[in-house]
């Protein structure tokens, strides 16, 4: 309900930011909807999600407001302006250093569910701490999802490393790796699910 108040509030605005001829006036309002809409995307989008977690790993002690304060902290400590700070870190640092995380999640997803699984699920079983349930794997953790996901983001490491500045002189191999991040750590997991010997020979590990 909160989400079209503040897209009206943030185009209202952007609206007068845009026309408006004060040098200083229309800095007071940049600076005003930058803050606005930092604030309502963060809220709306970046803190539900880890908020909620954060409640579901606790729920005695996590409410969504204790959830969302050490979700701001380390939002802060992540420095993001560092990234803005210009279109080569944000697009090539953030985005691509971003998607090597979560392509392979993906991957794994889409070749659990269409390839292995037929798209077919035992609904019960997703919201079951059963140790005899489908999906409780091998003490709770899937250990060749685990493995799948490491083999995606791996290659990806080096390049990215380099991208930070952390090393130097990479070989050109994995600066091409982490250009395509998304593609390699997206489409590798899969791969190494249809070859793993984990996958193929232990039936505990069979299914995801």
């Known amino acids: 309900m909160g989400l079209p108040v503040f897209m009206g509030a943030f185009t209202f605005v952007s609206v007068a930011v845009t026309s408006s001829t004060g040098v200083i006036f ?84 889409v070749a659990d569910y269409h390839f292995i699984r037929k798209r077919e699920l035992i609904v019960e079983d997703l919201y079951s701490s059963s140790l005899t349930g489908a999906y409780y794997y091998s003490g709770g953790f899937n ?28 070989p050109k191999m994995f600066r091409v790796i982490y250009g395509n991040a998304w593609f390699i750590s997206t489409f590798s997991p899969d791969f190494s699910i249809g070859v793993s010997p984990i996958c193929l020979n232990d039936q505990k590990f069979k299914p995801f």
Do not use: C, D
């Open 143 to 170: 250990l060749a999802a685990v493995a799948a996901l490491v083999v995606g983001i791996l290659p990806v490491i080096p390049g990215f490393l380099e991208k930070v500045e952390i090393l130097s002189n990479v």
């Open 26 to 109: 229309g800095h007071i309002l940049g600076i005003f909807g930058i803050i606005l809409a930092t604030v309502t995307t963060n809220v709306a989008a970046n803190v539900m999600a880890p908020a909620n977690a954060l409640v579901n790993l606790s729920p005695s002690y996590f409410t969504f407001n204790r959830g969302a304060l050490p979700t701001a902290v380390i939002g802060i400590f992540f420095q993001p302006w560092r990234l803005l700070s210009s279109s080569e870190s944000f697009v090539y640092t953030w985005l691509v250093g971003y998607s090597a995380v979560m392509g392979p999640i993906g991957g794994v997803m």
